[in-house]
């Protein structure tokens, strides 16, 4: 078979796209956006933080007065100077309450939490179950864990239990959040596959939404013991049990050497369980990430 | 636009048995609309236990549509379809799913979990919820694990799914639908990821279903030849949008 024959004349260079030789037209020119075709979601938003940045700077005056900044900061920091370890006993053994409090409220917050996220996820839920959860968790997010730890302090007194019961309500307002993200990420074909042979709504959750938010779900659990011990440190300040009881008591009394020693105490529990977070759930992402996720 | 006249829709092999008590499936005046075209319209078949069907035509045609309606999964736009119980109950398909195997084209298998557990998957509708929480009966193990073997998945029993290729999740998903043991097979191109040694075991395997079980196998194909050898019954589309769609017999059979 021969070629097709060219439409253009011998002195002619060859036509310019080889995929179609037939009709040698001229490229046309590359199709501009209008700038109104430019603006996604993305650029609006950005161009609506810098003005947001502009129209905030009345934050940074200050009292007004001319105060001896560099100063003040040295004169504080030097009261942390030199850490008193004295108190490294009690120290221990308040940190061991804080991580108490913060296992425990996130074990209870697990088991709060799955429910509501299964009803929070648009895939699983009719809307107005939807809806309802939603709006409960964002209720629960609205008020701060100090707040929460204080209802707990008026519900059953100051002690460890009424930070367990502030951390949860607190941990169940982001941990129903993120559960029905990711049980939402899952995709609902293959649970609608298990239903279409026969497969029951628990068992087709179970059997084909689970396992694949299984890794997700773990990896926020793992994010909310971190994050909880940090709260945990410092809910004891209105008494809710831990170090933050400790510090509330060194702040009273001025005794910064001690307060130094506690923060230290935190800043290597916290480094410690960052990296250690971090090793676990870079793990499972890889796993996520090796097989493929589509 | 009249549709073709029914075609007495019973294979030789199932003209010896009783008339009522041997019918699964039947449509009335199946049709579904796709924007302005029908893929299928007036649509009447009767369906024997132990067929084989063959359903043809070209890609988009609503072959696909056409298995989602007997599944139950895609209302169709005017008519029913009923599945014929044993003791002469008519149900519609979406209370018959226990007894309808799908193989999906895109196989749907559970991305992360294994190979067996997906095959498992296949009897969740005999189990009560609580039965299937902490895994599977092990004599239900034991038999996903057979079907795996029979299909040369042995080896890959405890592999992701998503772990394994295009051609062992399609066995899978037919190992599924194999353990699930249904009446109905409604299987959309259960060879198109398989080699020729493979795709003669598959459909001879729901061939011997059809035969010998008396398990009716919807079966979406598109080679001619193997429509040849495996079918009972041809049911093809047209891709005018008419809706118009033929049945007939496989002689060659």
Same mark, same amino acid.
């Given at each position: ?106 074990? &209870? ?24 959860? @939603? ?47 990711? &049980? ?106 090796? @097989?493929?996720?589509? | ?71 139950? *999964? ?13 003791? +002469?109950?008519? /149900? ?17 298998? /559970? ?12 009897? *969740?509708? %005999? ?24 299909? +040369? *998945?042995? !080896? ?32 959309? %191109?259960? /060879? ?11 459909? +001879? ?16 194909? !598109? ?27 496989? !002689?060659?059979?």
């Amino acid at each position: 078979m021969s070629p097709p024959p060219s439409a253009t004349s011998p002195g002619q260079p060859p036509a310019p796209s080889p995929l179609d030789a037939r009709s040698p037209a001229p490229t046309p020119p590359v199709p501009e956006l209008r700038w109104h075709q430019r603006l996604n979601v993305m650029t609006v938003s950005l161009i609506v933080f810098a003005i947001a940045v502009v129209a905030s700077t009345p934050a940074l005056r200050g009292s007004g007065r001319q105060l001896d900044y560099v100063g003040n900061v040295q004169r504080f920091l030097g009261y942390f100077f030199p850490p008193d370890f004295s108190v490294w006993r009690e120290t221990l053994r308040a940190l061991g309450e804080t991580a108490q409090i913060a296992v425990m409220a996130t074990a &209870f917050a697990i088991v709060i939490a799955i429910p509501l996220g299964i009803a929070g996820a648009r895939t699983l839920s009719p809307g107005w179950m939807v809806g309802c959860a @939603r709006m409960t968790l964002n209720g629960i997010r609205t008020v701060p864990s100090l707040i929460w730890a204080l209802i707990g302090v008026a519900i059953v007194g100051a002690n460890p239990l009424a930070g367990v019961i502030g951390l949860t309500f607190y941990s169940v307002g982001y941990l129903g959040k993120f559960f029905s993200d990711a &049980f939402e990420s899952v995709d609902i074909e293959v649970a609608r596959g298990l239903r279409a042979i026969g497969a029951g709504r628990i068992q087709a959750f179970h059997h084909g939404v689970w396992p694949h938010a299984k890794p997700l779900v773990w990896s926020y659990v793992l994010w909310m013991i971190e994050y909880n011990l940090r709260s945990a440190a410092i809910i004891g300040y209105v008494g809710a049990g831990g170090l933050g009881v400790q510090l509330a008591g060194y702040q009273e009394y001025y005794e910064w050497e001690k307060f130094a020693t506690v923060l230290i105490f935190i800043l290597g529990l916290v480094t410690l369980l960052d990296l250690l977070g971090e090793w676990v759930r870079g793990r499972i992402t890889r796993k996520l990430n090796r @097989r493929g996720r589509v | 636009m009249p549709p073709p006249p029914a075609q007495p829709a019973r294979p030789p092999r199932a003209a010896a048995a009783q008339a009522d008590a041997s019918t699964l499936l039947t449509a009335r005046g199946l049709g579904l609309r796709r924007g302005d075209r029908w893929l299928f319209r007036e649509l009447d078949i009767t369906v024997p236990r132990g067929a084989f069907v063959a359903v043809v035509g070209p890609s988009g045609v609503g072959k696909s549509s056409f298995l989602a309606c007997l599944a139950g *999964l895609l209302e169709p736009t005017e008519g029913t379809v009923s599945f014929h119980t044993p003791d +002469g109950a008519a /149900v519609p398909p979406c209370d018959y799913r226990r007894q309808t195997g799908v193989v999906f084209q895109n196989n749907l298998l /559970v991305p992360n979990s294994s190979l067996l557990v997906n095959v498992c998957c296949g009897r *969740l509708g %005999e189990l009560p919820w609580w039965r299937s929480f902490f895994g599977f009966p092990q004599e239900q193990r034991t038999a996903a694990y057979a079907i795996l073997h029979d299909l +040369g *998945l042995g !080896h890959l029993a405890h592999r992701w799914s998503c772990e394994t290729s295009g051609g062992e999740q399609q066995r899978t998903a037919i190992a599924r639908a194999l353990h699930q043991a249904p009446d109905v097979y409604l299987a959309d %191109e259960p /060879v198109s990821n398989l080699d020729a040694y493979l795709t003669g075991r598959v459909l +001879g395997i729901f061939r011997q279903e059809a035969s010998v079980r008396r398990r009716t196998v919807f079966c979406v194909l !598109h080679n001619a030849e193997l429509v040849e050898r495996f079918a009972d019954l041809v049911l093809s589309f047209d891709p005018s949008g008419s809706g118009q769609w033929h049945l007939r017999t496989n !002689h060659a059979r």
